[in-house]
């Protein structure tokens, strides 16, 4: 799965609801801890309409630029919607269950009472779209070639899954390296299915702009390079009335146009050059709509409540640099981002402060730890910090006038603990070198937020020089781990697992185009980690990632941010979508055009 999907949805979930003590059965869908949600013979999922009309056209939009429809491998920037809408996968996520996962290539598995291995069994009916089977050999070539030339991502995910072996035409095995990881059956469920025949004749390893074969229900049937993406539904998509897809995939149409940043987008949202836009700036949804479309009734805005944990989204410090690998210089620098003052006077107010990595669910750590943490952390006492046991994890508070005197105060006693301290208006070590670093950018819209998290470190004599680039090359030099502090988003979904290897621990921190942006490297933080995917039960699950919470929380490897526990929605009215929706997704791909909508609107705009 790339990585960046996995950063605007939902994460893996795994193992089978049950196992027989000596012989696998097959079974048609996967859940964590529990049972499934939906029968065997389910005809569609409770959140969608299985009568959506299918037809028309929506128009997203995307910002900075795309060179390559291969979405597998580091290299190149690929078009936006395209893992989603033209790959295939083994399993199908429902999004109205925190852990489950349906039939979609594969009609059945099974799991191996030792849990070292699962089998798929193919559907006979799964084509690619010109036609030809989707075998066990695309399955296991798939897998070899993601983990040998796709993205570094792969190759941390399916760690733990040492080899793939077809027992026949449509009938594929995973071995297993552990039977206590918990997710491996889902992880490898997950795994897009690519053509053999077809990458045979075609380099995997480079970008590319020839659309390549699939087996998905949308193609991109025109494209600008950089400019704008067309996809439209497969008329004879082999898996369009499966029970994971009913009341899906309704658009004849999707296209993305690309803008240069998002004030652009917005303006041309409100001038109808697209149709449905997602918002992710406060003082946006607050005026930002404001005129006569939404005066009129044209443009809806909504607020769509979910139960999606909302994870981690901060200031990140580098820890590959110098400067901030003195943990009270990190929670020293966390005292001079005034929160209160950003939410009220930037953002209406609308936010809450992120005090966990695993925000908004019950994986976050709260109080002091209980027995049950305790059993886990006391084995680290000494090489975690102190405050872990003896104080409950607070995110510095001001005031929200702008005055962080206070602030100031405990920042300033931090840093000079740590050998840093002000001279002639100036923040120096021993050395006499000033205290200075770049925050790096690819959004402008984020200027408003760290310029007076700058202005406020210059008032101890820092130095943070804020710089924006396009996002190309803040992507490139994300990859390359080339920056001092920048703004990070670890996603987190209701049952962690494999990526938090990505995220976190020590491996990654040294692969380029790894997860670990921050570069942490603790044995005590890969030990959590692989305590949480080797987690039995649900009970232990929540225990051992609120264990992880702590120690990530008190290393003060960012200066969290916020988050919010709902969807912000701006759509111009010519849609209908479900009366339902789903706690753990939007779920734009159960939407449809209405006609009568449309037709209404166009008239009233005349």
Not at 221 to 242: C, E, S
Request: proline share 6%.
């Amino acid at each position: 799965m790339n990585r960046i999907l996995a950063l605007a949805s939902a994460v893996a979930v795994a193992l089978l609801c049950a196992a027989t003590p000596s012989l696998a059965q097959p079974r048609y869908g996967l859940s964590l801890f529990g049972d499934l949600k939906y029968p065997q013979n389910f005809k569609h999922f409770d959140y969608v309409n299985p009568n959506a009309p299918k037809g028309g056209m929506v128009k997203y939009a995307a910002t900075g630029t795309f060179d390559s429809f291969n979405p597998f491998i580091l290299k190149g920037v690929p078009a936006a919607g395209i893992t989603s809408l033209m790959f295939d996968t083994l399993m199908a996520s429902s999004d109205d269950e925190p852990a489950s996962s349906y039939g979609l290539i594969a009609q059945s598995v099974e799991i191996a009472p030792d849990k070292k291995s699962v089998i798929f069994n193919l559907r006979p009916q799964a084509k690619f779209w010109d036609g030809t089977p989707i075998t066990a050999a695309d399955v296991v070539w798939t897998f070899d070639a993601l983990k040998s030339k796709g993205n570094p991502y792969y190759r941390l995910y399916y760690a733990d899954v040492i080899k793939a072996e077809a027992l026949g035409s449509h009938r594929v095995k995973f071995i297993f390296r552990t039977g206590t990881n918990r997710e491996l059956p889902t992880i490898v469920g997950e795994m897009p299915v690519l053509s053999k025949a077809y990458w045979s004749t075609h380099d995997f390893g480079k970008t590319t702009l020839t659309v390549p074969l699939s087996s998905g229900p949308y193609k991109i049937v025109a494209f600008g390079a950089g400019r704008y993406v067309v996809y439209r539904r497969v008329a004879n998509y082999w898996g369009k009335d499966l029970p994971v897809n009913v009341g899906r995939y309704n658009f004849n149409e999707i296209r993305y146009d690309y803008y240069h940043d998002q004030s652009v987008a917005l303006e041309a949202f409100k001038a109808g050059a697209y149709d449905i836009r997602l918002e992710n700036v406060a003082k946006n949804w607050a005026i930002g709509y404001d005129g006569p479309a939404l005066s009129a009734g044209w443009i809806k805005k909504e607020e769509i409540p979910n139960k999606v944990p909302q994870g981690m989204q901060a200031f990140g410090f580098n820890l590959r640099r110098k400067l901030f690998q003195d943990r009270r210089v990190r929670e020293a620098l966390g005292y001079l981002f005034n929160f209160e003052w950003t939410n009220k006077t930037l953002f209406y107010g609308a936010y809450k402060r992120t005090e966990s990595y695993f925000a908004n669910s019950d994986l976050a750590s709260s109080g002091l730890p209980g027995p049950d943490e305790l059993a886990i952390l006391d084995q680290y006492r000494g090489r975690i910090p102190d405050a872990v046991f003896t104080k409950v994890f607070k995110t510095p508070t001001t005031n929200g006038n702008g005055d962080i005197r206070p602030n100031i105060h405990e920042a300033l006693k931090l840093l000079a603990e740590a050998g840093w301290t002000v001279k002639d208006g100036k923040m120096v070590n021993a050395q006499g070198q000033q205290f200075r670093f770049e925050f790096l950018l690819g959004q402008p819209e984020f200027e408003r937020v760290v310029l007076p998290f700058a202005q406020n470190l210059a008032r101890i004599g820092i130095v943070c020089n804020v710089r924006t680039v396009d996002p190309a090359q803040y992507q490139n030099r994300m990859n390359n781990f080339d920056f001092d502090m920048t703004v990070v988003v670890f996603p987190e979904g209701p049952s962690p697992g494999n990526e938090q290897r990505d995220y976190w621990t020590s491996p990654s921190a040294d692969q380029v185009g790894g997860g670990n942006l921050l570069g942490i490297k603790s044995k005590v933080v890969d030990d959590l980690v692989n305590l949480v995917i080797d987690a039995p039960d649900r009970r232990s699950l929540v225990t051992r990632t609120r264990a992880l919470d702590r120690v990530l929380l008190e290393g003060y490897y960012v200066i969290p941010n916020w988050y919010l526990p709902y969807f912000r929605v701006a759509y111009w009215d010519k849609f209908g979508r479900p009366k339902t929706n789903p706690p753990y997704a939007l779920a734009l791909n159960t939407w449809w055009y209405d006609r009568a909508r449309a037709t209404k609107l166009a008239a009233e705009r005349k």
